[in-house]
T-cell receptor, first 114, second 113 residues
């Protein structure tokens, strides 16, 4: 079983809908949780970063972490065609330095239909 | 990310040949990483560097070597390319702070025939 599980999709929703993307994990040592967005033929770019449990909001995006359930979510409100991309969750525990222990989900491909 | 460039962007090579991919960053980041991305596997770490001439293995390092002679440059070498190394390769860098994310390049698409 993988440490991080993410539904690969594809997920298609109409413009303006609320999108929910999710990851589950098995390693209770994970404390830092990230969502990356990856457009076709591009590298991933950081979208949201949260530490430990709780919610974090940034514009139309909300990241939610439930450590008791080992479950993280990314919500996109008022979805736009420009949100069409692959969304990767990533997480790690404490480390002395760097991101060498960062574990990625496989990514969910999202399409917003105009 | 404008601060990280990878070259070449695309390469086709034959089985058994050596291949070197290049990563150049202008962010003066201490840490650099090489990942491969494959369907169903996501991003997997090949090697990383925590300073000039300081490197270590990642999850999928067999068949790969790296070198870092300057802060800004990180090279990935496939010593003898195999078809299983057909993939998209991403370089990333970071400062190394606990809350500093990875900054990725736009990838190199490698096909081994």
């Amino acid at each position: 079983q993988k440490e991080v599980e993410q539904d690969p999709g594809p997920l298609s929703v109409p413009e303006g809908a609320i999108v929910s993307l999710n990851c589950t994990y098995s390693n209770s040592a994970f404390q830092y949780f990230m969502w990356y967005r990856q457009y076709s033929r591009k590298g991933p770019e950081l979208l949201m970063y949260t530490y430990s449990s709780g919610n974090k909001e940034d514009g139309r995006f909300t990241a939610q972490v439930d450590k008791s359930s080992k479950y993280i979510s990314l919500f996109i409100r008022d979805s736009q065609p420009s949100d069409s991309a692959t969304y990767l969750c990533a997480m790690r525990g404490k480390s002395n330095f760097g991101n060498e222990k960062l574990t990625f989900g496989t990514g969910t491909r999202l399409t917003i239909i105009p | 990310d404008a601060g990280i460039t990878q070259s070449p962007r695309h390469k086709v090579t034959e089985t058994g040949t050596p291949v070197t991919l290049r990563c150049h960053q202008t962010e003066n980041h201490r840490y650099m990483y090489w990942y491969r991305q494959d369907p169903g596997h996501g991003l997997r770490l090949i090697h990383y560097s925590y300073g000039v001439k300081d490197t270590d293995k990642g999850e999928v390092s067999d068949g790969y070597s790296v070198s870092r002679s300057k802060t800004e440059d990180f090279l990935l070498t496939l010593e003898s390319a195999t078809s299983s190394q057909t993939s998209v390769y991403f370089c990333a860098s970071s400062r190394g702070d606990l809350d500093d994310p990875l900054h990725f390049g736009n990838g190199t698409r490698l096909t081994v025939t």
